[in-house]
């Protein structure tokens, strides 16, 4: 009998006949259960969907549109959500067991440590609970018994923080059978290289063996086994069994290079390697620290008389926008204790990571304007956050003729405060800014120590430069303040209390010039979009379907200021689509219609 690949119940009946082809009083009975396949949740609709930011995506692609990634392991299959994030889905019948993986996503951008919790509910009650993931945690898997459930929801929680919390639900699948890692194979065995010594200019074969799959290499850079290669240093090669979308966890095998070719003779201490060619220019710099080589970026924000640095992925001497010191650093990623992170080498390690990199003797870490932390022997000695007394005078932003920065005490915090004028001189008036603007580069500073003591304030970062202010449940209006409005709709707080006028500031302009505008809308296709940014930076544009689904994007190198852009979209058939705008620090999404 052929199996029954139906979803129904099949039965049938088998009669006897004797000898003379009569009917014998017996009758077979047989009954044949359906056999299900495995249904990824991806090709079903959801009863409800909830997502406190960005979309839910069951394209491959994670809640930004990128593609899935957990702690540097991409994906090809499976949901891609924010916390805060609820999906539900009617469970069909005939299914036992609820398989798949859970990550936070490395996100495609500078997250911080945001870490976030996954459940799963069945008909309302909790049957799984993964505990706090960060960026830097493996896929979880999880295989549940749906014990006839029918209603099943996808929940995912912020746990430290609400901002950069992506997450992926990976080959969420309804089956027959239990797994532990929805299918994913065995990681791959008798990892060898042969010879595992060479010298420069002779080849090593690497073999490995998948019981389930096939080999790759080097995220994809190779595929099968053997695979010859021909390094001119000493380098570890990764490989992962690949079954369909499902990915087994990684083995390595290392080929060590004999000769001159290629050495790490030229990796000492304070030697430049090159030049990162971005906003002027960055020297890439070898340092000796913690007993390893590190290659780091130099920077300066405190002060040319300080040594500060961030550190970066060697990976970064291949990259196309690095000029070399000398063509041949190319081959020497393997000198460095870290080499491989996320954006091209751009993601640097910490203390906590793999090699660790912990803060050196003589240096403090700290954090730029855009979060990227950097080490310094800059050192902030005289003022901390204890002497950052009510209304001290922390700087001025040199726009118009200059608005002062003072720190303001109200709700028990400190605030940094934009002093205006609008009503008199002799009424206490100003608008709360993010303290991170004290580290723009219009702002003079007081003291330039201020710089380091943006994390003492109870708004930090925010749009536009720093410049939004909070809302109302951030910042509730002091007592014996109340709120009005500039002529150009800024929030500011005033001690005058003789009506709710519309304010002006003495022909000194605070309009905040919006950080993204599209015209016209409607359009036949043909868009303008004005991009405001603070510095020189990649502007990333995708125009998506209303479902997420990206129809069309673009990078450009944005200079400060008002970047005007077109953007043509004739070819895309009439209806409402959005775009979703990000310079690496802030991010815009506008609904527009194509008539």
Aim: proline share 5%.
């Amino acid at each position: 009998m052929n199996p029954n690949n139906s979803n129904n119940l099949r039965t049938a009946a088998i009669k006897f006949r004797d000898q003379s082809n009569q009917l014998a009083d017996k009758i077979l009975n047989i009954t044949q259960s359906a056999t299900l396949g495995d249904k990824l949740l991806t090709t079903l609709t959801p009863t409800s969907s909830y997502i406190e930011f960005g979309s839910v995506n069951t394209n491959g692609l994670n809640a930004y549109g990128d593609g899935l990634n957990i702690n540097g392991q991409p994906y090809t299959q499976g949901i891609g959500t924010h916390a805060n994030s609820t999906i539900a889905y009617t469970i069909p019948s005939g299914y036992a067991y609820f398989n798949g993986l859970v990550g936070r996503d490395f996100a495609g951008c500078v997250c911080g440590d945001a870490t976030v919790n996954f459940k799963v509910k069945l008909n309302g009650s909790v049957a799984f609970n993964s505990g706090a993931m960060g960026k830097n945690t493996n896929a979880q898997g999880f295989s549940i018994p749906l014990n006839g459930a029918t209603q099943l929801e996808l929940i995912v929680e912020p746990v430290n923080q609400n901002w950069g919390d992506v997450a992926d639900w990976i080959n969420p699948t309804l089956s027959q059978n239990s797994s532990n890692s929805s299918g994913a194979p065995s990681p791959p065995t008798s990892v060898l290289a042969n010879p595992a010594t060479i010298n420069v200019n002779a080849s090593s074969s690497l073999t490995a063996t998948c019981s389930q799959g096939t080999a790759s290499w080097n995220n994809g850079a190779a595929t099968g086994s053997p695979y010859t290669v021909s390094p001119t240093t000493t380098t570890t090669y990764d490989v992962k069994c690949v079954l369909g979308s499902n990915i087994s966890s990684t083995q390595n095998v290392t080929v060590t290079v004999n000769g001159s070719g290629g050495s790490c003779a030229p990796v000492t201490n304070l030697a430049v390697m090159g030049t990162w060619n971005v906003a002027g220019g960055f020297q890439l710099v070898t340092r000796d620290f913690n007993g390893a080589k590190w290659l780091v970026q130099k920077t300066n924000i405190n002060g040319s008389q300080y040594d500060e640095f961030t550190v970066r992925g060697s990976e970064m001497l291949q990259r196309s926008d690095v000029t070399l010191t000398n063509s041949t650093y190319n081959g020497l990623i393997n000198c460095y204790a870290w080499q491989y992170s996320g954006y091209g080498g751009l993601v640097g390690p910490n203390a906590n990571t793999t090699p660790a990199f912990p803060t050196p003797s003589g240096y403090n870490l700290y954090n730029a304007v855009d979060g990227t932390p950097y080490y310094s022997n800059y050192v902030s000695s005289t003022y901390s956050c204890a002497n950052l007394s009510n209304d001290l005078f922390m700087g001025t932003w040199n726009v118009g003729s200059g608005y002062e920065l003072r720190t303001r005490h109200f709700h028990n915090n400190k605030w940094i405060t934009q002093k205006i004028n609008i009503n008199g001189s002799q009424y206490d008036e100003f608008t709360v800014r993010g303290s991170a603007m004290m580290q723009r580069s219009d702002v003079t500073l007081a003291n330039s120590q201020f710089y380091n003591l943006t994390n003492c304030y109870g708004w930090i970062y925010s749009n536009y430069g720093n410049l939004a202010v909070p809302d109302a449940s951030t910042f509730p209006t002091p007592a014996g303040y109340q709120k009005l409005l500039t002529t150009d709709q800024t929030p500011y707080f005033t001690n005058w209390s003789s009506g709710s006028r519309m304010g002006y500031v003495d022909n000194k302009s605070v309009e905040e010039i919006p950080f993204l505008k599209v015209s016209p809308n409607p359009s036949s296709g043909l868009f303008k979009l004005d991009i405001n940014l603070d510095r020189d930076l990649i502007i990333n544009i995708a125009l998506t379907d209303a479902a997420g689904k990206v129809i069309k994007d673009k990078s450009v190198i944005g200079k400060k200021g008002v970047n005007s852009l077109e953007f043509d979209a004739t070819s895309s058939p009439a209806g409402m689509y959005l775009f979703n705008v990000n310079d690496g620090i802030n991010q815009e999404v506008k609904k527009v219609v194509i008539k």
